[in-house]
């Protein structure tokens, strides 16, 4: 796969949509429920993306948004939550209904896994082969039969159920903080993000803050998703709301709420798209609005209080095998006596 | 004399009683986490809540939002991603108990939570299957909860394994020995399974409930236990637990949405400027 | 597999290698090169362990140790080093040339893969198939065909190479610090450790530092291993020496050298073994030990100097949701205001 | 007139030469790494050294001691484990070259690190594979160094597949188009692979090499390009970056063994109380 190695790739959420994103792509969300790419996908509805296809383990109102507005044609999903209970039509219902999409029912450990085996290069994994008697395995979707398949483990005789893997051609993330080269850095519920990130073909990176490189060196236990992976970094702060991002700001449910109700029809939940995703330009104008609808205190209640983790240390015991002195620590040596020694010992070749 | 309590109190306080200290529970939101955290500050306080979002050993302060909201705690012992939950911790047994909420189950405690109605002309699409395949076919023990779904005599679409069609119907098709659904719990009753046919029975009524409204809401000849109990209530110090733990859980969805969204108006309004 | 769910695990390394080993065991170093567990593997020595099977990536000096005591007599590996270089004879070489070990040969990738494939419960993981045309895939060794076998992938037709998942009785590992209930903590190289640890039935771990759980769960993205896989917790600085813990101090390669250098002939690292690894009661005698005899400050040269991580926050925006003044969050309500509500809108029931 | 150099010093920039800018290398350790950090302190400041052990985009100070060996480098940008190296990493084509030293090799570039003499009744067994099969496999060229190994006829042991019999049969065996070994550096020339039949050929002689020396170690009759060029000697500013970062490595293995175990003894009893 295309490895991406500018080591500055800022970039705005409208230039990444524009420059990477192709209609009829397939996708990924390396987010789910928390921590939501949403400033991205909302550039996804702001530019008319169209038929796309989208894989996302759990929705949570992203998948309602891109339905309402024709973006995604084909979803493959394991889960879409529904705030106004289970007996309300959603967005999706209406969709599925009308023939507007088209849908493939997984588990949550079964799509991951489709990604996992897409990301680890193999066309498939094993999965819990205990499922096989549910509707999930034996009615098919769109996919057909590129999904499940029964084989017998080599070594046993066991029969054994394995899922194909898949290599989205782009994904959206969220993430806490990333440098200018993409090394994008995710803590709190990890969820499905690696394994998304790493099987997409690029990732479209957007987090709350640029930090620099020696951050990421200081921590790459945090790395999520390694720079060569990422095509685009979008610094956008509350690029995740209304949902969480740990350390930053908890869910607001309130505002999420006043989507979830709009939804009760069509109409209201396409003005409730026009108002907060195709009417502020980007990120920051929609937070603007909401600071001027709500207020700012509004905004800052959500805000995290610190709890910071106990650091690892990275330290060893030198920087350098020359110490203060310049004798190397390895040899005992000062570098004249070192290439004295060369000398010495008929090691010295003049090539000339 | 005891508190009065709502039955979202009677329903999460009796499911609480199924956990057992020490014991690993998956556990999602709602009355299903008020039940693992009500045990854990009760009878079982070494017992380890998990979430498929792979949060292992949080101690939250409030009902998470989801299965990936971590916004409920501050730290947890162990953090790793939802395909390690299903591998290294479900499959390979260390789960004892899941708790479930039910939309549609049959006499062998099969689940739907995927549509209603013929899937492919159907009305609603439910949340879909998420983890609950896995988990109720991997994990020892299914407890589940169920107080706006219905029982059915057929699914329309069978989104996870109960007992299959009864007897030893589900380990023939590779599920661990002994898993399965343990108990049943509704607003009206208590409901186990017959250790060899696997059929559902009523075992305990709750206090008030009635024989007969709970068969007239079970579509098939429900069988019931020789000697019916009667569900505990909640104790005052469980009801007192709760409300400060999960005050939205306590009152149940129809109340909750009417005063959240008061409170969000509230929100909105107070600082627009 | 056995949970172990004791509070606290703490324990000397001679009590956790007398109550959980038992001769014939089959076992995995979860670590491999970097942060090697010494001082377990030469508690295994002290007690004259026998015909115990190990696992290892890549062996150091723990498998010459082993060998020349005579506690392993089957060997699964990729790699061992060979810090004298390729032409001189090794402990290894002589036991297996004397039929006192028997070998598996496999590669880094397709042992830990094994290891892998045990952790997650699943019989076969893929590996890659290239490797089939070598040696290592077709010569074989004492576990005979129960390592690789090939198939087809179900989707594609194409043929694949899949590797037999394993799970030993037991893990050896050391960290930089872990709880006492076994949460144990890691960075620097990852390297086979998770895997090794988490496809192990039980997992005695040595750490640098016991910490609180409240360190543990500060920084979760540091777990390494989950306190549940962990039957022992042994608090062991210097528990690596002479390998190198980042954050505590570099490898002693003077030391090492010392016993490379008494690998010439067996009854030199015999006697280094008798030294060093049966003379010593414990590892702080060992450390005492190697302060009399090379001075204190020759130990302390080998200190890391601090090298911090830029912590992860996280934080979130209450602790609670009642607020200071007993007022939900949510609800907007006291709790005497919201029991009022509960009865007003008829939801209380009376038990009695 | 340039500066003298050590026969290391010249196989370690001749190997540098090969890695381009902005490209992946696994390396190892010794000549290997330190023919990498003199790329990345030259022509190719943006490749991007990973080892398999899991620590990708290393910037040492000095040359690790062995692939998990993190004391060389204050951090790095990603920290993964070993699977992930070789299936996130290079099974997905990312890794554009992997340096690795040679035990022993014949002539289509196939290698043995595992056994000296017939495996069943062996004298020495080697390092073993370790990650040399799938890299040599999978990345997209290997760049081969020898400084103790030999040439034969036919391998002990078949660890690392080069060019299998030659022509086509390792891409037809499954490894990716265009991958294999693309150059080996002895301690006399440099041997590339012919482009149809795969077969090795001498390319380049090293300053004050005979051909008839190169010769007497290959065991077949070697090939030999038209145009026999000379191995560039290493500039003044490549030999002091060797120097300053990788010494031990610059004064080959023998002298290295001779002087270290003298600063060993010195370090040991300097301090003895």
Redesign the interface.
Known sequence: MEKFMDADKRMTAREAVARFVRDGDSFVFANCLYCMPLALTHELIRQGKKNLMAFQQGGIEEIDQLILSEVIDRLVIAYNFRAGGPRIVSPLDRALKGGKVVIEEMTNHTLLSMMKAGAMGYPFLPVLPGIKVTDVVRRRGFLGDQRFAEIRDPFTGAEMLVVKGYNPDFALMHVQRADRAGNGQLWGAMINSKWAALAAKKVILSCEEIVETEVIMSSPHLTIVPAHKVCAVVECPWGAHPSEVLGHYDYDFPFRALFVGSCANPDGARAWIDEWIRGPADRQAYIDQYCRRFGKKTLDAFRAKPFKSVPADYGSTFSLDWDEEGRSRTMGLTMAEFIAMLGEKGALIDGN | ??T????QE?IVARAAKELHD?E?VVIGQGIAMAAGVLARKTHAP?A?IL???????IDP??VP????????T??????????DI???V?????VDATFLGV?QIDRYGNMNS?Y?GD?DA?????????????FV??AGRAILTMS?GTFVEKLD?????GY?TGGNTRYE???PAGSGPSVLITTRGVFKFDAVTKEMYLAELH??ATLDAVRAEVPWDLKVADTLKTTP?PTGEEIAIL??FA??V????K?Q?E??????I????????
């Open positions: 004399m005891g009065k309590y709502t039955i009677l020490r690993f070494n380890v979430t498929e979002a792979g949060l292992l050993g302060f409030k939002l989801h299965i990936a909201d971590p916004t409920c501050r730290g947890f012992t162990y953090s790793c991603d939802m395909i299903f591998t290294t479900l499959n390979q047994g260390y939309g995927s209603l899937p159907f009305s609603i699409r439910m949340t879909g299957a998420g983890g609950a395949p896995e076919g991997y706006g679409y069978f989104t996870s394994p299959l098709a590779g599920m206090p008030g209530a409300r400060s005050p939205d306590v009152m149940g969805r109340l949405l005063v959240v969204m008061q409170q969000v509230n929100l909105l309004t107070q600082n627009a400027g």
